[in-house]
């Protein structure tokens, strides 16, 4: 019985202790997104200033 009940919850527990792939995503790419979450910020804090002012 204590089998049957906790087998769904091993189906959940398994994956979670794997180790991450590495390199998801490549070197470049990762370079661009920060790029573009910079210019992002950026663009936010100038548009906060230039209607504060």
């Known amino acids: 019985m204590a089998n049957t009940?906790?087998?769904?919850?091993?189906?959940?527990?398994?994956?979670?202790?794997?180790?991450p792939a590495e390199?998801?995503?490549?070197?470049?790419w990762s370079v661009a997104?920060?790029?573009?979450?910079a210019a992002a910020s950026w663009g936010v804090i100038f548009l906060m200033v230039s209607l504060f002012l």
């Open 5 to 19: 009940a906790l087998r769904s919850k091993l189906v959940l527990v398994g994956p979670r202790l794997e180790r």
């Open 23 to 28: 390199n998801v995503l490549p070197l470049s």
């Open 33 to 37: 997104v920060l790029l573009t979450l």
